[in-house]
């Protein structure tokens, strides 16, 4: 990626939130407009802002107002417990990293976006010179910085945001402004997809059926996957996944989910997706299995650790394998959704105004009224 005007890398920071800070770019300094902006201000508070637009600070910067912006599992980690493991949130922080909008203004170098594109943003914003970067793991970089993480920039629940050209993915025609905001999860579950190896004909289990988990199913179906069996504990979530294709949908807390699938699948799973970070979903992703198996985890635990019971592991020699973000998915994950490849829509369950962005939290955090993925739309 190109350095900034000041040789750094990566765009917004707060300086450019300073008023009649001069304009590298050699603009007359304006009166500042100002825009809405939900801010995280504490354990299960949040409140609406006015804050400067932000400033094209690169040449190669893009501003975008906001036009869908989902609530994510880890925005609401951060909004009930002020963290996620070491990342810890200094008040007042915007979140948000699953958005589109369209492009309101561009720096003097871009030249694959104009104003009125609709795009879809790809949160991780990445050195491109790091040893992660060079062997094409721009997800870790070690200079990473992400849309709404905490210590590096702020977040999307704003009325504008400013994201390198390289991060603002125009989308086809004919795709809309809800579909760009899911790209971010769909990407995550392309990734992990793409990470299990070949998964034609290959049955699997996905544990957790949130966006996440709806997301690999998504993508599992267009990579020509076999028998798909999907525990959750939301019945409609369950509803969901036997509408989308799964042979078999159950939940954990009325029955024995893994005697069930094995029941039903005598040679066993060759891949389960961790979608929901828990424990005993580890536990039953292991018995349900199949000698030589691989298990992706993709959810987020919310406590620091877990276990697996080593002899189980062991015997039946299973991979392990995290996924971590989307690495770079979210053009392949915008091109699908355009060629109607992938059909998302049904993942959007709820749709707030960013004045009710702190309802849309505690429908997420409340798991309530069968939610899967809530929108702010603007
Ligand atoms: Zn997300
Ligand atoms: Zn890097």
Redesign the pocket.
Known sequence: MPPNEDGSAGTPRPTQFLKGRANPLGEPVKERRTMKSAVLTGLRKMKLVERPVPRLISRTDVLVRMKAI?V???DVHYYLTGRIGSQVVKYPFAVG??CSGIVESVGSSVKSLKPGDLVAIEPAINCGSCDQCRVGRPHTCRKIKFLGCPGQIAGCLSEYIVMPEANCIKMPTGMTAEQGALA??LAIGLYAVRSAGNVKDRNVGILGYGPIGMSVHLMLKACGVGRVYVTDKIAERLKLAKKTGAVWAGNPDVLEVDKAINGKEKAQLDIVFDCCGKQAALDQAISILKPGGKLMIIGIPTVDRVSFKMEDLRRKEITLQNVRRQNGCDHDAVRMIGSRKIRPDPMITHRFALKDVKKAFDVVAGYRDGVMKALIKM
Request: proline share 12%; net charge negative; glycine share 24%.
């Open positions: 989902g994510c599992g880890s990293h699953e971010e999860p």
